[in-house]
């Protein structure tokens, strides 16, 4: 009988194996990391982050200043066996976003109130046309209950990597992580309202931060819009 892995001897192994994969990643791809200096340093962090392929988790999963990363990933990928060893030794959190998946979501909280950094995608689904899906709530309502803040993310060149690899070109991945939304406080008296709110600012930061081929339902977004004037500000002023 395989004896069951202790919780160290998982983290032990979830980082050799982050390891393993950094240096894959960087033999195969051109990775380009931006804005690192946003993601805290330690503490229950959720990073938030638009999903156009397969090749976003391990893009995810080396953020290099996060060794405890980890991430809620939807049971789809079970039925692929490279990916469920790659989930699955990464600690990988298992969501079915066909139900509401209670035992996921209460797991996440734990891992979050334990300190760790939590990806996932709030568009619920991969993006089949490469652009920004309409999010949905579930990531504001995970950062609200676990009190934690959100650094969106905006992975590009990820939607024609596989392909690329297949003719034995390196693919040019760009991972840029914004700056922080400060821990949401809930308002009871618009519950509703507020996941709205802060699930639109979200997709817009994400969206922010990419080029406008990829801004999907978000496009022309009063919000983005926004967000778009106050990043010329600042880069006008560097």
């Avoid at 690329?164 to 009871?188: C, F, N, S, W």
């Amino acid at each position: 009988m395989k004896k069951e892995l202790t919780e160290i001897q998982k983290e032990e192994r979830a980082h050799k194996f982050r390891r393993f994969i950094s240096f894959l990643m960087r033999q195969l791809t051109h990775l380009e990391f931006k804005g690192e200096e946003n993601i805290p340093p330690t503490g229950g962090v959720l990073l938030a982050t638009n999903h156009m392929s397969r090749m976003d988790i391990p893009s995810l999963f080396i953020t290099r200043n996060r060794p405890d990363m980890t991430a809620l990933v939807t049971t789809k990928y079970l039925k692929y066996p490279f990916l469920r060893w790659f989930i699955v030794t990464a600690n990988g959190i298992w969501l079915d976003r066909d139900t509401a998946d209670f035992g996921a979501f209460r797991k996440a909280i734990e891992a979050l109130n334990e300190g760790k950094a939590i990806g996932i995608a709030p568009e619920g689904t991969r993006s089949v046309t490469s652009s920004l899906l309409e999010g949905k709530p579930g990531t504001a309502m995970l950062a609200i209950r676990a009190g934690v803040p959100i650094v969106p993310v905006a992975i590009t060149g990820t939607e024609d990597a596989v392909a690329q690899l297949k003719h034995l070109k390196r693919p040019h991945i760009t991972v840029e992580y914004g700056p922080a939304i400060p821990t949401p406080v809930m308002d009871r008296g618009d519950r509703s309202g507020q996941l709205d709110k802060l699930t639109t600012e979200i997709m817009c930061r994400i969206a922010v931060m990419m080029p406008e081929k990829y801004h999907g339902f978000y496009t022309n977004h009063p919000r983005l819009k926004e967000l778009q004037a106050e990043r010329a500000k600042i880069n006008s002023s560097k």
